[in-house]
C-alpha cells in the first residue's frame, strides 16, 4: 500500500514538473514569438551605431535573429537585386524609389524613419579654417567625399556642390572618394584631409569624439535626406514576411525614436 501511494506521489510530482517545464516553454514562446527566426536586413553603413542597439533590443524582445549587411547604398541595392534581402534600409529615398521600380519592395511597408542631414566635418580647431561650402574651393583645401556612385552621402554631396555652382571648383580639391560614409571619418580624424561632407548625427560617434569640428550648412544651401525602410519580397518568399514586418514595425517605433535621437539623428513625425 505504502508503495503504491509512493508510486502516485512520484506520478504526481513527475506530472507537475513536466506540466510546469511545458507551461515555462510555453510562456517564452509567448514571449519571444519569432525564436528560430532569421532576417537579413540590408543597412546603410551610416546607420551603424544605433541599429546595432536597434537589433539587440529586437532579438531579445522576440527571440529572432538578425543578421545584418553594412554598406553603401549602391552596394546594398546591388545585392538586393541579386541575393535579396528581407529589410532594405539605404541612406537615402531613392534607392527604395529605385526598388520599387523593380518591385522588390512591398510598398505597403514603406516607412520613413529619420532625417540625414549633410555637414562640413574638418579636423580638431579646423586648421584651413574652413566656414562654408565655399571654402571647399580655395587652394590648398584636401576635400574628401563619398563616391556618388557608391553612397548616399556621395550622391547628395555632389548634388550640394551643383545646386551651389560649386562642384567645378571643389573637384579639383578632391583627394579620395570613399565607397562608405564611415571612412570619410577617419580621414578627417587623423588629418589626412581638410574637410569632408558627412551626415550631422556621425559627429556623436565616439571615433570622432574631440577629433573634429562641425560647419553647419545652411538650410538653404543643404539637401536634406530622408531615410526609409522596407520588407522586400524576399521575406514573402522566404517564409519571413511576419518576422520582417514586425522589425520594419520596430525601428518606426515611439521606443526605437528615442534611440534613433540618442545617436544623433531627427525622427521622421516625431
Known amino acids: 500500500m505504502n508503495g503504491k501511494i509512493y508510486l502516485l506521489i512520484s506520478s504526481m510530482l513527475i506530472f507537475g514538473v513536466l506540466c510546469g517545464c511545458l507551461n515555462e516553454n510555453e510562456e517564452i514562446q509567448k514571449n519571444k514569438p519569432y525564436e528560430g527566426k532569421t532576417i537579413t536586413v540590408l543597412c546603410g553603413a551610416g546607420l551603424m551605431k544605433p541599429m546595432n542597439e536597434l537589433i539587440q533590443n529586437f532579438e531579445n524582445k522576440t527571440g529572432a535573429?538578425?543578421?545584418?549587411?553594412?554598406?553603401?547604398?549602391?552596394?546594398?541595392?546591388?545585392?538586393?537585386?541579386?541575393?535579396?534581402?528581407?529589410?532594405?534600409?539605404?541612406?537615402?529615398?531613392?534607392?527604395?524609389?529605385?526598388?520599387?521600380?523593380?518591385?522588390?519592395?512591398?510598398?505597403?511597408?514603406?516607412?520613413?524613419?529619420?532625417?540625414?542631414?549633410?555637414?562640413?566635418?574638418?579636423?580638431?580647431?579646423?586648421?584651413?579654417?574652413?566656414?562654408?561650402?565655399?571654402?571647399?574651393?580655395?587652394?590648398?583645401?584636401?576635400?574628401?567625399?563619398?563616391?556618388?556612385?557608391?553612397?548616399?552621402?556621395?550622391?547628395?554631396?555632389?548634388?550640394?556642390?551643383?545646386?551651389?555652382?560649386?562642384?567645378?571648383?571643389?573637384?579639383?580639391?578632391?583627394?579620395?572618394?570613399?565607397?562608405?560614409?564611415?571612412?570619410?571619418?577617419?580621414?578627417?580624424?587623423?588629418?589626412?584631409?581638410?574637410?569632408?561632407?558627412?551626415?550631422?548625427?556621425?559627429?556623436?560617434?565616439?571615433?570622432?569624439?574631440?577629433?573634429?569640428?562641425?560647419?553647419?550648412i545652411p538650410k538653404e544651401k543643404n539637401i536634406i535626406k530622408t531615410i526609409p525602410t522596407a520588407v522586400t519580397i524576399y521575406a514573402k518568399k522566404d517564409g519571413n514576411l511576419e518576422v520582417a514586418k514586425a522589425f520594419n514595425d520596430y525601428i518606426s517605433s515611439d521606443e526605437a525614436k528615442e534611440i534613433w535621437k540618442k545617436w544623433g539623428f531627427i525622427p521622421c513625425n516625431q
Open 65 to 216: 535573429k538578425v543578421e545584418v549587411h553594412y554598406g553603401g547604398s549602391a552596394e546594398l541595392f546591388g545585392i538586393l537585386t541579386t541575393t535579396g534581402g528581407d529589410v532594405f534600409i539605404p541612406g537615402a529615398y531613392k534607392y527604395t524609389e529605385d526598388a520599387m521600380k523593380k518591385e522588390l519592395i512591398l510598398k505597403e511597408t514603406v516607412k520613413n524613419i529619420t532625417y540625414h542631414i549633410p555637414v562640413i566635418a574638418v579636423p580638431k580647431g579646423n586648421p584651413k579654417n574652413i566656414k562654408n561650402l565655399e571654402d571647399l574651393a580655395k587652394p590648398g583645401v584636401r576635400v574628401v567625399i563619398g563616391d556618388p556612385n557608391a553612397c548616399a552621402i556621395g550622391k547628395v554631396s555632389k548634388k550640394i556642390l551643383e545646386k551651389n555652382q560649386l562642384w567645378e571648383n571643389v573637384s579639383k580639391n578632391i583627394i579620395v572618394k570613399t565607397p562608405t560614409v564611415s571612412q570619410l571619418l577617419i580621414y578627417i580624424t587623423t588629418n589626412q584631409a581638410d574637410a569632408a561632407i558627412i551626415w550631422e548625427d556621425m559627429v556623436t560617434w565616439a571615433e570622432g569624439k574631440g577629433k573634429i569640428d562641425v560647419v553647419r
